[in-house]
């Protein structure tokens, strides 16, 4: 079975600038999540989808981060303009628990760290 | 939501086993108990998760205190590449399934 996939691994912008990151969750999945790793920090979620609508977005900085999962399947978070504190790993997961339901592991991809100078 | 507190490193010999605690006072009757670890330029990755009664897998063994307010994740023989840091987390049915992740638990092996 593939894990979850994401694109690029890595990346290098200067400030203002915008950047956008890919995931594909394992096939199947109905939950995808972003989250925001800090150097030395465990990873923040950032926003949850259930299929291709959002469950929480409550820690997404919505005036320069958005994010979108058409058709239920892939994914694409996008930060315009970015800012110095937006370096960080970008991890990308999904599960199999319906919304409500058992809370089933979440599989995580291997991330897109993000440098911004 | 329920917080969990693990000290910030541990050390251990290789192939002797490692028992990282973790306390969740806090804790509600729906809350599963979740470990994820993290190797280095990695995702995390799942381990072992639990309700009540102590959980083994081909990674790991959960044993929960009785009244649930802590709880151990036991490698049997640690192995270099066991060498990660470790997160100790509650997910519960009465959440959207969001993990909140601490600071977690550096585990160092020495060969």
């Known amino acids: 079975e593939a894990g979850v996939a994401q694109s690029p691994r890595y990346k290098i912008i200067e400030k203002r600038q915008s950047v956008a990151f890919w995931c594909n969750p394992i096939?199947?999945?109905?939950?995808l999540y972003w989250y925001q790793q800090i150097l030395g920090q465990g990873p923040k979620l950032l926003i949850q989808?259930?299929?291709?609508?959002?469950?929480?977005d409550s820690q997404l900085p919505k005036d320069r981060f958005s994010a979108e999962r058409l058709k239920g399947v892939d994914s694409t978070l996008k930060i315009q303009p970015a800012k110095l504190e937006d370096s960080a790993v970008y991890l990308c997961?999904?599960?199999?628990?319906?919304?409500?339901?058992?809370?089933?592991?979440?599989?995580f991809g291997p991330g897109t760290r993000l440098t911004v100078l | 939501d329920a917080k969990t507190t693990q000290p910030n490193s541990m050390e251990s010999n290789e192939e002797e086993p490692v028992h990282l605690p973790c306390n969740h006072s806090?804790?509600?009757?729906?809350?599963?108990i979740h470990w994820y670890r993290q190797l280095p330029s990695q995702g995390p990755e799942y381990v072992i998760h639990?309700?009540?009664s102590n959980v083994n897998n081909r990674m790991a063994s959960l044993a929960i205190a009785e009244d649930r307010k802590s709880s151990t994740l036991i490698l049997h023989r640690a192995t270099l590449r066991d060498a990660a840091v470790y997160y100790c987390l509650l997910h519960g049915s009465g959440n959207t399934g969001k993990l909140i992740f601490g600071q977690g638990t550096t585990l160092q092996v020495k060969p």
């Open positions: 989808f259930q299929n291709n609508g959002v469950v929480d």
């Open positions: 997961a999904s599960s199999s628990s319906p919304l409500g339901g058992p809370r089933n592991e979440q599989f």
């Open positions: 806090t804790i509600s009757g729906t809350d599963y």
């Open positions: 639990g309700l009540t």
């Open positions: 096939s199947g999945h109905a939950t």
